[in-house]
Nanobody, 119 residues
Framework: QVQLVESGGGLVQAGGSLRLSCAAS????????MGWFRQAPGKEREFVAA????????YFANSVKGRFTISRLNAENTVYLQMNSLKPEDTAVYYC????????????WGQGTQVTVSS
């Protein structure tokens, strides 16, 4: 079982930056494929970014490409989402997720952290 705890959310003005962190329990964090998702009020949860076990392969939704980066520090069981040039439409609850394989549904989810971008 893996537990994921997000932090770093908050209120920021448009154009600002935030860095989200996701701390994971478990000895096998370095083998997990990690992702970030978000859900805005009244909308379905959507994919934001993901990284493979090494952090060398990364994937982004078109809406955040060029503004967000994802990274991981396996020695500290942590994955990060650096968000720059934030827009009001980035406002959402952001969730960290992990899966044990490179494909398929995510197996574990965090509780989420709120990000609010004011115009």
């Amino acid at each position: 079982q893996v537990q994921l705890v997000e932090s770093g959310g908050g209120l920021v003005q448009a154009g600002g930056s935030l860095r989200l962190s996701c701390a994971a329990s478990g000895r096998t964090f370095s083998t997990y494929f990690m992702g970030w998702f978000r859900q805005a009020p009244g909308k379905e949860r959507e994919f934001v970014a993901a990284t493979d076990w090494s952090g060398k392969s990364t994937y982004f939704a078109n809406s955040v490409k060029g503004r967000f980066t994802i990274s991981r520090l396996n020695a500290e069981n942590t994955v990060y989402l650096q968000m720059n040039s934030l827009k009001p439409e980035d406002t959402a609850v952001y969730y960290c997720a992990a899966r044990e394989t490179g494909v398929g549904p995510y197996d574990y989810w965090g509780q989420g952290t709120q990000v609010t971008v004011s115009s």
